[in-house]
């Protein structure tokens, strides 16, 4: 007898969509099929698709830490609400930040039990921690986040030969590198001139942070990786001639993974001058014709993953009475991405579901090596996401779980989006009610990653 059946719904992965059951035995997919037998509970999916859980290998939930800007509670309520049943956390805006073992061991103790969703934990490469790479690793992080581009003081700056070492370490423990990649001297000049200028534009900060500097530092990365071995992951991708270098280095035989985010695809550098601080993320938006091109590199698999970057901040971080250069750079995403991409992407341009469900979750799940999610297979882990083809949507502050629900996404309007989520087989969410948290921690044993 299997726990759950979810009949009649249209499910969809990454190699197939078709209208069949899912059978659930003990938080794992038990079977899928025009299935006979009974169950413990039985839901009728009927005119809904029926999606892995997403994965969300980028974002920042600052807890411990940060916690005025976002915080579990809020948001793993909110990637439970979007179809993410596994956030990485980034280790930034976390006090301690995660860098060494003991701030790693104080985040499972402050965490436990206040999480919707499952969550695995980046580890931080700073300008000073190379002797932490191996004990993180051992520890159970998914991959090591690095800065080569200014940060902030609580969180240095990887300089280029510290992070060659790194590679040359992690290369040996086949632990995933992550790279913000901005040229650290290039922006540091720039901005530097801006302010003693006093510009205080949204132009005089997308001047600052050009597409070369990204360029720039992308290069460098995939080059320390092809002579290291290193396998490596370059974070939110912005522009495509970024994405045709990491394409070229990857037939090289370079082990490089990437990401893109939402905001790239659909908003443009016209949004941050026409509405400001919302808007405001690093690398920064870019041109109509850019955006238009990034999606070339969705298609032919150079970006594998569709993450949020979630990275919120409270309202006054955003407020029109601070400077461009004062104003915190961040976008909040975590809850929308599936829709928004269903709608800009599926609808508008005829992205395949297929596609969709690799970019959502089973990609990232494979590249972080985060076992038993992504896919709907026997043997996974039962996390679904019911989603309706066809229910209507407007982003509002009121339809945000975010502890502060502001977001570049509002006033966004479309078609589609996630009516129930389940976390191994347990309902967490549907139509806006929330149940019990079912969240656990995701972490490498030295064998394979296992939930604690």
Same mark, same amino acid.
């Given at each position: ?29 038990a079977a899928i099929g025009r299935l006979e037998g009974e169950a413990g509970e039985e839901v009728n999916a009927e005119k ?31 990637? /439970? ?55 993180? /690793? ?12 200014? @940060? ?51 132009? @005089?900060?997308?001047? /600052? ?33 970024? /994405? ?32 400001? =601080?919302?808007?405001?993320? @690093? ?17 032919? =698999?150079?970006?594998? @993953? ?30 929308? =991405? ?40 026997? =043997? ?73």
């Amino acid at each position: 007898m299997y726990d759950l059946i979810i009949r009649n719904g249209t499910v969809v992965t990454g190699e197939y969509t078709a209208k069949l059951d899912v059978a659930v035995k003990d938080g794992k997919i038990a079977a899928i099929g025009r299935l006979e037998g009974e169950a413990g509970e039985e839901v009728n999916a009927e005119k809904l698709l029926v999606f892995p859980g997403g994965v969300d290998c980028h974002a920042h939930l600052n807890e411990p830490g940060y916690t005025w800007r976002e915080d579990y509670e809020h948001g793993t309520k909110a990637a /439970a609400a979007g179809g993410v049943t596994t956030i990485v956390d980034m280790p930034l805006q976390n006090t301690p930040s995660l860098v060494d073992t003991d701030a790693f061991d104080n985040k499972v103790r402050v965490l436990e039990g206040k999480s919707y969703v499952d969550y695995a934990f980046w580890g931080g490469l700073i300008d000073h921690n190379l002797d932490q790479i191996e004990p993180l /690793a051992r520890r159970g992080v998914a991959a090591l986040k690095s800065f080569i581009s200014p @940060s902030s003081p609580d969180y240095p700056s990887t300089p280029i030969p510290v992070a060659y070492e790194a590679m040359k370490k992690a290369a040996r423990l086949d632990l995933l590198l992550g790279f913000h990649c901005e040229d650290y001297a290039m922006i540091s000049y720039w901005e530097k001139q801006a302010r003693e200028a006093e510009k205080n534009s949204w132009r @005089s900060y997308l001047d /600052a942070r050009p597409v070369i500097a990204e360029e720039l530092a992308v290069q460098n990365i995939l080059d320390m990786a092809k002579e290291t071995g290193a396998r490596i992951h370059i974070c939110h991708v912005s522009h495509p001639s970024v /994405a045709e270098r990491i394409k070229k280095a990857r037939q090289e035989g370079v082990r490089v993974t990437a990401e893109t985010c939402p905001h790239y695809l659909i908003f443009t550098e016209e949004d941050v001058e026409k509405n400001g =601080g919302l808007f405001k993320c @690093s690398p920064p938006l870019r041109k109509k014709e850019d955006m238009e091109k990034l999606w070339d590199y969705l298609k032919d =698999g150079t970006l594998e @993953s569709i993450v949020s970057d979630h990275s919120p901040a409270a309202p006054y971080e955003k407020s029109d009475n601070l400077t461009v250069w004062e104003t915190w750079g961040g976008i909040s995403g975590l809850q929308t =991405g599936l829709q928004i991409m269903y709608e800009y992407g599926v609808r508008r341009r005829g992205m395949s579901l297929e596609l969709l469900a690799k970019l959502m979750g089973e990609k990232a799940a494979e590249n972080f090596q985060i076992p038993c999610k992504g896919k709907l297979e026997p =043997g996974y882990d039962a996390d679904i996401v019911l989603f309706d083809p066809n229910k209507e949507w407007e982003i509002t502050p009121d339809s945000l779980y975010y502890l502060n629900p502001i977001s570049a996404f509002c006033g966004l309007k479309g078609t589609g989006m996630a009516a129930a989520t389940y976390v191994r087989g347990k309902l967490v969410y549907k139509d806006g009610v929330f149940y019990e948290k079912q969240g656990k921690l995701i972490r490498y044993d030295g064998q394979h990653r296992v939930a604690d």
